[in-house]
């Protein structure tokens, strides 16, 4: 993800607005599909801005490995006992300059990402692969991703596996799975998409807070107003 900031106008600059929402979030990947859906379930009106004429970007071409711990229902099913403070543990080492406060949020709410995620409406599989691999080559729900196993970090943390697959098999195309949810989560919650349509500036008040974003959708142009604009757009 890229960590250019990006360029601002003022409000006062914006002479009409083109919609007026709660939520503008800047790309539709499994982040801003995520932060789309979440938005919408909690009531707020969102417009989702997407560069390309299909949603998924870079993700639709992803195995949809999902690390997931804690203590997951697949990890249970296997016989894989795992907690948030030995998650915790083991990503703290093995992270050159860990944030604490993030990875500690991560892990605490991993079971429940894992739930999150199977409420779009499917399982993974209640199994585990037990062979090395990048990703696992069927459906296998379940297997080591990491180093977990490796010296030092077994004498940092509890060894568990934590890459969870979604049941598609093969390495690449599962995540598209995710998306198409994603979508109809989306649609029926009522969230706008609005395809081969860019973000090209923020807009900010006078006291720099980000009242909406400018667009582009080949030669139109507009404004849009919004309480919040959350960016997920990669390395657009």
Known sequence: MSTDLPA??????????????????????????????????????????????????????????????GGTAVQQATGHPDSPDEMYKYLVAVSRQPDHAKIRAYCDGS??????????????????????????????????????????????AVPAPRGHKVPVPGDTGGASMVIDLLLKRAASLGVQIRYETGATELIVDGLGAVTGVMWK????????????VIIAAGDS
């Open 8 to 69: 601002i106008v003022s409000a006062d600059s914006v002479a009409s607005w083109s919609d007026d929402v709660d939520v503008v979030v800047i790309g539709f990947g499994i982040a801003g599909g995520c932060a789309a859906v979440t938005a919408a379930a909690a009531g707020a009106r969102v417009l989702v801005l997407e560069r390309a004429a299909a949603a998924g970007g870079t993700t639709s071409l992803a195995g949809g490995h999902f690390y997931l711990g």
């Open 111 to 156: 079971v429940e990402h894992f739930n999150w995620l199977e409420d779009l409406g499917f399982q993974f599989e209640r199994s585990y692969f037990p062979g090395k691999a990048v990703i696992q080559p069927n459906t296998e729900g379940l297997m080591f991703t990491g180093n977990e196993k490796v010296w030092p970090f077994f004498e940092k």
């Open 217 to 228: 959708r080949f030669s139109e142009t507009g404004a849009i107003k919004a309480k919040s």
